[in-house]
């Protein structure tokens, strides 16, 4: 038998999954201060759920693996959580809503395998089902710099609103049929050249007049900095209902997001467009500052239509919230070796049985009353575990034979700077807690 | 479109997640501070490798979930994490050894659905691959006394030896052929009668005479409860290198039971036979003093030969680990509305607008930065909001009218209590914290 990794699946070894857990638990920890509570919805689902053109639609489908079980049911695995989260609630009708939710959670695509995209992968996702209130939004905004700026990561947000977007379109005579595909193009402009947009809007059969109105109401905004600037310049030559709307959601997400305190790196990005298919109104996505990581690190909006669709109820079920790139932002913290050092490694101490071994189970069960994560180096020879916990990057060893028995004292040995003490064991618990 | 539970697959909602993720968060604790570490392998796998005689085995292989690809690849879903712990060992032939490893992750098994059998559930496993040494196994008791203390509940814990079950046997002149037979029909003494373990034994064809001298030694065995004088007794009758090798390794572990301060709850039971396909030496099951639940809530044993011959190699890898029911534990600790009262719930606080929101919105600010998770009734009017409070059993209430914006002070409702205070920020926060 040969063992092969599969294609686009990964296997993490403890030195990847310790970075993994620390970033999700940092994750946890602000998810539940921001009041989302777990849940855990299933990884297999009903094939017909998951295929509902109101669940991932139609692209991901293509993606989605397939099974059938014992009984002939046609299932798949799940592609993503949001649909799961809309199913949870059609699940239970009784369920006092808001649901404040998070799930961290596998999800499989079956798709081509490009660089850093992977067909098993986990997905960290947070949501509100239930609140209209923009400041919920705002309160997403005020989470996201909470959970990086414990990552230490330097993250700044671009946000956007579908209405602000799409009120730009209108006031620049485009049709509604070709918003989508204006926005599309527009979203390249980081990437490529207004020239190069300009010819793909051409192509799209953009009006001439509509293209000059477009880049004068973005490069008049662009030219400003301050965000409420930015959109009362907009709004002065953006005269219709849509614009309008989407002018008051972003006034007042700005005077949220300022009571919360948060004074710099928010910006408002009037091109800014992504997952049309489902955002409703504002929409925003976040990018370290400085890292050779140009994609997003974590991304959200508000959804208000989806799970009303997915259910085909009556009952509106709006909805905002977010999703963070774990394997996007452990590559961020790996980028920056002096950030790994941070971490507290398993196990603290390692500890080699020269002689009996009575006397290191003593010792290791003493450090672990006192929360000090310890091993024996059960079966090594001396060399062998000194290379061993050199290696493995242990903090500290203790060599134990017959000398340490009988006189109770430790030479505790700093594996990073290499000096060594003599302690007794009530010294080395209070030096290592 | 009929939204419908999948048979035998759960869904777990906020107020269940809660207290599974608490209870796997103590022990990961306690795995950690045990010096493990976290690993993550893949839920797909090659059909092949699942396949092996020596992953699972035939009749795990009769459940498993199998799938194909776009690329017509042969997958399957995991049914267990043992064999891809085996796995990741071969596809890092550099790992430094022992791996002291844990994972906790979903399984799944296409079986019949009884109660409590799930097909997709979690598995929370722990152990190590490198180390034959005993104390190892020793040091698992420790961990799980550790765990069940801090979960709040009182365990004891039952070993034999796998030496010790067939070394009586060889004294009891049973044919090497029936021992595994022999030890199935005696694992049902605690359920059933000596008469019917008898009956039993006949139909499969062991001699009276066996079944005679069996029970004189099983019965004089447990006719004494310390277990090294029961280790002993049985030593006295059962003149065998397999018994021996099973008497020393047992006398061994007592030792390094006893070396870590463990005095009671632990018990030799000669009759034990589990998981004998795996186990090598010494096995263990844990159960509940005081519970209706009378299956084990955890089991360990030492499985020296599985790694090695998963990997059809020359190299040895002793291994010895334990797994934890979380559907049981979880079954456990809420039979016990006390222990359960002891959650911090997510959100601690719930604020109450009836005017402008931007007060409320600095008021949630200010606590979550004190790290006190709080939530605002954004759409919610007062009496919904306070119905939904006491419901989802939120701790506490500020309702922030007008008259509390002006005056900077706030009533503090106490939601079990009932009793109001009159605070500002600061006094809340220090109360709360």
Do not use: H
């Amino acid at each position: 038998m040969e063992f092969e990794s599969l294609k686009g699946i990964k296997e993490y070894l403890p030195e990847e999954q310790e970075v993994r857990e620390y970033i999700t638990d940092i994750l946890k920890k602000n998810f539940k201060k921001y009041g989302f509570r777990p849940i855990e919805t299933s990884i297999l689902e009903a094939f017909e759920i998951a295929a509902s053109k109101y669940a991932g639609g139609e692209e991901i489908l293509k993606e989605t693996y397939q099974l059938t079980d014992q009984g002939e049911r046609k299932l798949c695995l799940r592609y993503e959580l949001t649909f799961k989260m809309g199913k949870l609630i059609a699940l239970n009708p009784t369920m006092r809503l808001p649901l404040k939710r998070y799930e961290i959670g596998k999800v499989f695509r079956d798709g081509p395998v490009k660089t850093g995209r992977l067909r098993e992968f986990t997905q960290c996702d947070v949501d509100v089902a239930g609140i209209k209130n923009l400041a919920q939004d705002a309160e997403f905004i005020a989470m996201t710099f909470d959970i990086f700026n414990e990552l230490g990561l330097n993250v700044f947000i671009q946000m956007n609103n579908r209405k602000i977007l799409f009120g730009i379109f209108e006031a620049s005579k485009i049709n509604e049929k070709d918003f989508i595909n204006v926005a599309l193009a527009l979203d390249k402009l980081e990437k490529t050249s207004q020239k190069e947009v300009e010819k793909e809007l051409r192509e799209k059969n953009i009006s001439e007049n509509s293209i000059d109105i477009l880049f004068d109401l973005l490069n008049g905004a662009n030219s400003v900095n301050n965000n409420t600037q930015k959109l009362e310049l907009l709004k002065s030559k953006c005269e219709n209902e849509l614009f309008n709307e989407g002018y008051e959601e972003m006034k007042s997400i700005f005077n949220y997001i300022d009571i919360q305190g948060i004074k710099k790196d928010f910006y408002f990005i009037p091109t800014l467009s992504r997952g049309l298919g489902y955002y409703t109104g504002p929409m925003w996505e976040v990018y370290l500052k400085t890292s050779k990581i140009k994609s997003s690190v974590a991304a959200g909006g508000r959804w208000d239509k989806m799970i009303q669709n997915f259910l085909q109820s009556e009952r509106e079920y709006p909805a905002t919230g977010m999703t963070f790139g774990l394997d996007v932002i452990y590559t961020a913290i790996t980028e920056d070796k002096i950030k790994l050092n941070d971490f507290d490694k398993t196990p603290k101490i390692l500890i080699i049985p020269l002689d009996k071994i009575d006397a290191c189970l003593e010792l290791v069960s003493k450090l672990r009353q006192n929360k000090i994560s310890a091993n024996i180096a059960y079966d090594d020879k001396l060399s062998k575990a000194l290379d061993y916990a050199n290696k493995e990057q242990i903090a500290y060893v203790i060599v134990v034979g017959k000398k340490e028995i009988e006189s109770k004292k430790y030479g505790l040995k700093n594996m990073l700077t290499g000096t060594t003490e003599e302690l007794n064991i009530d010294e080395i618990i209070k030096k290592l807690k």
